[in-house]
């Protein structure tokens, strides 16, 4: 379907160790402009490793990863202008105000600062914390840093967006906003790339899922056909068959039984 685009995207057997711990055992990926990935999976498979080597953090894997077009290289950073990256926290910014950090980004990417400011100060009033752009990220809560890190990521325009739990800590109406927001960029030919474990944001937010376990991708598709080939189950069943994952109720009554104990 979309095969007429070229993939912003393409990962060819790449392979990860740390030690003698295999993390990644050939993944292979095209991904197109304009796809929402939801990339799952259970704890430890693999999914940061993966994240982290497409943002060029982490070396000493093989295979083959282009984006762009262009082969990863230690050298080339060039791809980093346009790629936009949500990490789940950043606690390392917290002394700074929204505007210093936003600033500090824009420059990062030798953007006009007097534009960013323009900006950073119109985001952060749609986003409902216009108030705090000048108070210290260590006194936001976690919604208002998670929309402080998802303007911070955008305000270049990235073509590719990396998001770690991107609704985690929003509100309701907040998480409409950004779940529309993601779907808004993507229509124009973004990227969206992001792991998260709830099950039901990644139903609804993404048109491709890709499971990892172990290192290896187990399902790639629409919500629509993993549920086809999994008998109409919601997306958390079809992740817990594929898993394996089918003892919680003998772990839970064991729980129970464990903090029960008299003695
Ligand atoms: N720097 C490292 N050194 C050694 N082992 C590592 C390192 N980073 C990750 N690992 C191991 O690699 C495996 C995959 O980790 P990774 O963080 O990619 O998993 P994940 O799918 O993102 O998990 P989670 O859902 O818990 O975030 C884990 O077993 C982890 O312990």
Redesign the pocket.
Known sequence: MENKKEAVIKIENLQMS?GT?E?LKGISLEIYPGQIIGYI?P???????TIKIMLGLLEGYKGDIKIFGNELLKDNIEYKKRIGYVPESAEIYDTLTAREYLMFIGDLYGKDPKQIEKKAAKLMKIFGIEEVIDARISSYSKGMKQKTMIISSLLHNPDILFLDEPLSGLDANSVILVKELLAALAKQGKTIFYSS?IMDVVEKISNRIILLRDGEILADGSFEELRRQSQDKSLEQIFNQLTGFNEHQSIVEEFISIITEEH
């Open positions: 740390f711990k993390v999976g704890n430890g498979a693999g999914k940061s490793t474990h």
